[in-house]
């Protein structure tokens, strides 16, 4: 149980073009989803937390405008790169929540490497 | 605020010997501690976790963490590696009671034949 897709798992654009990345929960319900964003051989580094039915909330130094999330039903959330460019080029990997005792455990999608020229 | 810090960002070892992985946090508040793995090109599986009781934690693939409170650490280790452990390796903390995973830089565990 508690599963959790990305699609696509692969992309490359062009720049100045739009991506969606789409995250979803298969075997549960997640009112609370997650994107992160992963350079080459560092950390990863929470760019949103997205709400279902509600804004997403953007860490610090996040463009809003430059990565739109939707969380439009309880198992599906969408990253969308607008405009994109060389260095939006990443390893982008989203993660849902799981309300439970004692706590709320994160489970993450396999990710999705964004490559664009 | 909270911070987790992986000393080592590689380690190399040999199949069949011994490996522990470091991992120090800083927090003010009491927190979750994890211990996830990632396979190249993939997303992140869970080894294992501490939320609280015993301080000696074992998970899958035959790996145990040792949470130190006074010490602050939370290293993982494993008795025999196998070629197939070779990944990163990123430790994480969550402050109790909250969504909010900080991660580690990782370390880069390589199984040599």
């Known amino acids: 149980g508690a599963v959790v897709s990305q699609h696509p798992s692969r992309v490359i654009c062009k720049s100045g073009t739009s991506v969606k990345i789409e995250c979803r929960s298969l075997d549960f319900q997640a009112t609370t989803m997650f994107w992160y964003r992963q350079f080459p051989k560092q950390s990863l580094m929470l760019m949103a937390t997205?709400?279902?039915?509600?804004?997403?909330?953007?860490e610090q130094g996040v463009e809003k405008d430059k990565f739109l999330i939707n969380h439009a039903s309880l198992t599906l959330s969408t990253l969308t790169v607008t405009s994109a460019h060389p260095e939006d080029s990443s390893f982008y990997i989203c993660?849902?929540?799981?309300?439970?005792?004692?706590?709320?455990?994160?489970?993450f999608g396999p990710g999705t490497r964004l490559t664009v020229l | 605020a909270q911070s987790v810090t992986q000393l080592d960002s590689q380690v190399p070892v040999f199949e069949e010997a011994p490996v522990e992985l470091r991992c120090n946090y800083s927090s003010s508040v009491s927190v979750y501690l994890f211990w996830y793995v990632q396979y190249p090109n993939q997303g992140l599986q869970l080894l294992l976790k501490y939320l609280s009781g015993s301080t000696l934690v074992k998970g899958i693939n035959g790996f145990e963490a040792e949470f130190n409170k006074s010490q602050t650490s939370f290293h993982l280790r494993k008795p025999s590696v196998h070629i197939s452990d070779t990944a990163e390796y990123f430790c994480?903390?969550?402050?109790?009671?909250?969504?909010?995973?900080?991660f580690g830089t990782g370390t880069r565990l390589t199984v040599i034949p």
């Open positions: 997205s709400n279902e039915g509600s804004k997403a909330t953007y």
């Open positions: 993660s849902a929540r799981l309300r439970g005792p004692p706590y709320n455990e994160q489970f």
């Open positions: 994480a903390v969550s402050p109790s009671g909250a969504n909010n995973l900080f």
